[in-house]
């Protein structure tokens, strides 16, 4: 049986040290995972689980930001992958480490895709702290979803994103619009993708230019409009044509969107639709 109440003790910051210490001596590896998950644990403590028999709590203590380098250094030799993994997505792990994990290619079945994952890979690619020549060598990787992890990491460099923009794979292609960093020249292009999932993250983007977010707001795809209904960038204009869309959930968006003019606001405070209609006047009278 589970103790849950150990459990949301040994996560509470204002749990004193003395009982965090007997809790990560505990016979349930439930509350010694709670003990290395808690905001405020002491690296003593970290230190001394990074030696549990149970995988899943050397885990969380690879997790754990205020886990030390030499306990991550011991914890990227760890002999399960997903420990592994959770050493190169810690921001507080070396670059050093990090380079070391790029050659790691651990699979694990990814059950929802039917397919493995090289998941030690793909958390590296991920790290904002991965050094550039890692994610380059990891931007050629075979496998979509490594890549698709490159596109998402806030550091990649803007000549890979580029070329990621005609990736055969989609899912790295609607990573790319999502990114932050994504410049608003390969957002302009990756408006046109044949596939909705990428032109919806562009839709999305704050970064995209008035003129993709106009463009998308012609769109076949409701869900489309209905992001750049909510994008705060979309000029006056797209948001006076959405606010005319025949689908109600795109006319709601635009009346919560913080662009939207006081004329657009009030019109459509007299809509036909009722919680478009509410929408509007509860901001008309606020305002």
């Given at each position: ?56 709590v050397r885990e969380a203590v690879a997790a754990h930001l205020r886990t030390d380098e030499d306990t991550l ?205 509410d929408a509007a006047t509860k901001i008309v009278k606020s305002r």
């Open positions: 049986m589970r103790d849950w109440e150990k459990e949301k003790a040994a996560t509470k910051p204002d749990t004193d040290v003395e009982t965090l210490e007997k809790y990560s001596q505990d016979w349930d590896w439930h509350v010694r995972r709670s003990v290395a998950q808690n905001s405020k644990v002491p690296l003593e403590i970290l230190q001394n689980l990074v030696s549990d028999k149970v995988p899943w250094r011991i914890l990227a030799k760890d002999c399960e992958g997903f420990v592994r993994a959770s050493v190169a997505l810690n921001e507080s792990t070396s670059p050093d480490v990090l380079e070391e994990l790029v050659w790691d290619e651990m699979m694990d079945f990814d059950y929802t895709r039917s397919k493995n994952r090289y998941i030690t890979q793909e958390a590296v690619a991920r790290n904002p702290k991965t050094p550039q020549d890692a994610i380059r060598l990891l931007a050629s990787h075979q496998d979509e979803h490594v890549r698709a992890a490159v596109a998402q990491n806030p550091q990649a460099p803007h000549d890979l994103l580029f070329t990621f923009r005609i990736d055969l794979s989609w899912v790295v292609r609607q990573e790319v619009a999502k990114n932050s960093k994504t410049s608003v020249e390969i957002l302009e292009w990756l408006a046109s993708d044949r596939i909705q999932d990428v032109r919806g993250s562009v839709a999305l983007n704050p970064h995209s230019s008035a003129e993709s977010l106009r463009g998308l707001a012609m769109d076949r795809d409701v869900d489309i409009r209905v992001r750049v209904a909510q994008n705060p960038s979309a000029d006056e204009v797209t948001l006076e044509v959405l606010s005319q869309d025949w689908s109600w959930k795109v006319r709601e968006k635009v009346v919560r969107n913080p662009s939207a003019s006081d004329e657009i606001i009030r019109k459509l405070a007299e809509d036909k639709d009722m919680s478009v209609r």
